[in-house]
């Protein structure tokens, strides 16, 4: 069974750049969710799809970054502008059901991101 | 993240011994508490997980004990090994998991 596939890998721009990251759940999972972690640090949640609906995105500088899943498969992060704080690894995880006592969440490699 | 705090950040043992790493929560809403194991430029995975009905359980050479009352659980590594070296979350979870800071272990052969 293949994983989560992100992209890309690594991604170096200046400050007030804009990037964009895609993730590619894996086949079936309903539930989608962005982390930012950085360096030293645990993930931090940005964004919770379920399907193509978001279910929380309390923590997501909306000012700056925005995400969507269309069509409730695919997904994409965009920060739009950059700032140095955001330079962080992006990862991307997916899941088969939201509540209830099993739902391991399965994580991709990550998009390692760059701010100068 | 200021929901979990684990400790300790960093952890050098002896092969063969026993690791221990402790996560305290101040959420009563969280449903679900695993481990997330994480190598250098790999995203985190499942290493074990335990319900807040049951207070151990053991898999292998892991195993997570569970104090309800005390909002606490820990995982302990028996025999550890150099392929344990890694870093590892706890990860409470209400509707997604939230991480802690993380514990580097570092077993030396």
């Known amino acids: 069974e293949a994983g989560v596939a992100q992209s890309p890998r690594y991604k170096i721009i200046e400050k007030r750049q804009s990037v964009a990251f895609w993730c590619n759940p894996i086949s079936g999972h309903a539930t989608l969710y962005w982390y930012q972690q950085i360096l030293g640090q645990g993930p931090k949640l940005l964004i919770q799809?379920?399907?193509?609906?978001?279910?929380?995105d309390s923590q997501l500088p909306k000012d700056r970054f925005s995400a969507e899943r269309l069509k409730g498969v695919d997904s994409t992060l965009k920060i739009q502008p950059a700032k140095l704080e955001d330079s962080a690894v992006y990862l991307c995880?997916?899941?088969?059901?939201?509540?209830?006592?099993?739902?391991?969440?399965?994580f991709g490699e990550g998009s390692r991101l760059t701010v100068l | 993240q200021q929901q979990v705090k684990q400790s300790p950040q960093s952890l050098i043992v002896q092969k063969g011994g026993i690791s221990i790493i402790n996560c305290a929560y101040e959420?009563?809403?969280?449903?679900?508490f695993p481990w997330y194991q994480q190598f250098p430029g790999k995203g985190p995975a499942l290493l074990i997980a335990i319900r807040p009905d049951v207070s151990e359980k053991k898999e292998g050479r892991f195993t997570i004990s569970f104090n309800k009352s005390a909002k606490q659980f820990s995982l302990h590594i028996m025999d550890s090994q150099p392929g344990d070296s890694a870093t590892y979350f706890c990860?409470?979870?209400?509707?997604?998991?939230?991480f802690g800071k993380g514990t580097t272990l570092s077993v030396s052969s």
């Open positions: 990860a409470p979870r209400r509707t997604a998991l939230i």
């Open positions: 995880a997916s899941s088969l059901i939201l509540a209830g006592y099993t739902g391991e969440l399965f």
């Open positions: 799809f379920q399907n193509n609906g978001v279910v929380d």
């Open positions: 959420n009563t809403a969280f449903d679900y």
